[in-house]
């Protein structure tokens, strides 16, 4: 509590911490050259579509009220605003699914009391915006960031589990929607005959399938056999909206005889007509908004605001996670400060406010750390292939190593460097003085193992993909073509694909597995708490979890009161402190609600009878066989999906075969 009584000391930490490299982060994107450009459009690509998904559906919610180009706008106007005055430029921020949500209840809420109607929706979510606002500044002042740790692993799996269901019942919701007429069209038209109707319902199912079958297959791109490191690298960060734009352009060869209208396109009016250019005067009907529905929109204020928070700072968490090892310190208090800032000004504007994303944040990040880790790669492996040549000792090849790191990563504290490097240099000097000692150490695979994450933080990246956002919307008759089925299918990818990582996914598979079977998850990569806690632990900590998460999903179908549908992470986070200690051992909760992700590396199946000299010459990669591995797959293979890296650990010691393969090894 003492943090409560020390108001601003947390916003006045982060701007002397952050203004002391602000500079650094303007050059370190300018030095970057043209490589800066390849981030840059991978998390542009990787944050307009959302968005204009987000944009139909919140086209839908509010019967036009709000469409793409408003979710388009609030996108670029934070996103360029936070790029600049952020305190951790590396945060992407965005309309999110929580946002059309909240929205959509506010609507509905609107829309049924005569005081306000259709006509001021957007005045009075512009007060529900003022109220949130001032309540996000006054968490920051009062340095309410540092509990943000009693949101524990537990609280934001169920909130990425809800989120996931949301938008499956979208894809769903969408895709049975094209077999009806929709809402306020004439049904006389020929395109909603129902022959047409069928025909387009059936367009519909194909094209949604199709984009989640292919968007899930070319995000693996990178574990494909087949084609070079650069297709499948090019196919795995590129290949979702490289399949949107396939489906796309296959529904423009269906027949000619079909009727007009049928594939759905997706309705937005664009940047420059009237139905886009009402909410950028909103703020003039503010006044016309009943004075009790000021006071009452307190409410869903505090509601909101508790959810930006809380997804705006796990957002930020995972950004810049501790294995990222980022040089420049971090600053929560001020930008949830510069958030509730840009929520009054989205208000004002009539659009819906963009906080911190998720998995965009860390994947930014991540698409950084290749383009660092890269360049030091590089000249690390040259520099010890030269040493090996010139027949140097293994202290001074790793000498060399340490000297290029220095030179490329221009670390202030050379003993930050010792300790980083330490995993490296036992690797370098392991049987230093002995015949063979440069035969142990391979360059390509030492390096790429013990070589530290390192990212190129600075301002530009995030600054052109927002700029970029806000291009697109002159775009918007090009966005009008996509089929409105591409992005049901889209939606349903964005589900299905935020599930692995999930370690309360991945427990529920779990309790499906019977107890003959459950050796294959030890074959391979598993948590960690699949060997450290008990089964029937395992199997109430995860009984627990899905009980509460049908509840807090049955709140979302509350018709007024699901706007409150936050409430319950919120008190989540007394049922981890209080209730859940006294029914479980405190061991076990911290391997099931752990920070961080850890996972133990598999104990395969083999013959204990053959030795490593018996194996064949295809068990380790010669110069002539050389692998294609691209950092980028490393990074791959180190973080989940929701853009959490892993803790990997080798998994107990060899006796642990003798428990696995009991039969096999008696």
Known sequence: ??????????????????????KQDWIGGLCSGFRILAPTFYIFFASALPVIAFGEQLSRD??????????????????????????????????????????????????????????????????????????LILLAIFNACTIITRFTRIAGELFGMLITILFLQEAIKGVVSEFSIPKGENPK???????????????????????????????????WHYGTGWLRGFLAEYGVPLMVLCWTALSYTIPGKVTSGVP??????????????????????????????????????LMIAGLYFFDHSVASQMAQQKEFNLKKPSAYHYDILLLGVM?????????????????????????????????????MVKSAKEGMMQQASNSEIYGRMQAVFIEMDASPAPTSVDKELKNLKDAVM??????????????????????????????????????????????????????????????????????????????????????????????????????????????????????????????????????????????????????????????????LDAAEYEEIAGTPRRNLSISFKERGPFDSPSEENEVDFYDAEILDEMTTNRGELKLRTVSFKEERLYQVYPRDNA
């Open 430 to 591: 392991k049987g230093d003085g002995e015949k063979d000692a440069k035969e142990n150490f391979d360059p390509e695979k030492h390096i790429d193992a013990y070589l530290p994450v390192r990212v190129n933080e600075q301002r530009m990246s995030n600054l052109l993909q927002s700029s970029l956002v806000g291009l697109s919307m002159f775009a918007l008759p090009v966005v009008k073509r996509i089929p409105t089925s591409v992005l049901w299918g889209y939606f349903a990818f964005m589900a299905i694909d935020s599930l692995p990582g999930n370690q309360f996914w991945e427990r529920v598979l779990l309790l499906f597995i019977t107890p003959s079977r459950r050796y294959k998850v030890l074959e391979g990569v598993h948590a960690s708490f699949v060997e450290s806690v008990p089964f029937k632990s395992i199997l109430m900590f995860t009984l627990f979890q899905f009980v509460y998460f049908l509840v807090c999903f049955g709140v979302t179908w509350i018709p007024i009161a699901g706007i409150l549908f936050p409430l319950p992470f919120f008190l989540l986070i007394s049922i981890r402190q209080h209730i859940l200690p006294k029914f479980f051992r405190p061991e076990y909760l911290r391997e």
């Open 264 to 301: 759905r396109r997706l309705f937005c009016p664009l940047l420059w007509e009237s139905a886009s250019l009402y909410h950028w005067t909103v703020i003039k009907d503010m006044g016309k908004v009943p004075i009790l529905y000021i006071f009452a929109a307190i409410i869903p204020a």
């Open 189 to 223: 038209l020929e395109k909603y005959q129902f022959h047409w109707l069928y025909t387009n319902g059936l367009l519909a199912v194909i094209f949604s399938f199709g984009v989640l079958f292919t968007s899930l297959k070319t995000r693996k791109a990178r574990s």
């Open 343 to 379: 929520t009054l000004i989205c208000g004002l504007l009539g659009l819906p406010p963009s906080n911190g994303v998720l998995p965009q944040s860390p994947m930014h990040t991540k698409s950084l750390a290749v383009l660092k880790r890269q360049l030091i790669r590089k000249k």
């Open 62 to 135: 509010t019967d036009g009220a709000l469409s793409t180009v408003e979710t388009l706008a609030s996108t670029a106007i934070c996103g360029i605003i936070h790029s600049i005055l952020g305190g951790q430029p590396l945060l992407i921020v965005g309309v999110a699914e929580p946002t059309i949500i909240m929205y959509t209840y506010l609507y509905n809420f609107s829309k049924g009391r005569p005081e306000l109607g259709q006509e001021l929706f957007l005045a009075w979510t512009a007060w529900v915006c003022v109220w949130t606002a001032l309540l």
């Open 1 to 22: 509590m003492g943090s409560f009584r020390s108001p601003f000391k947390g916003i006045i930490k982060d701007i002397k911490g952050r203004s002391a490299c602000y």
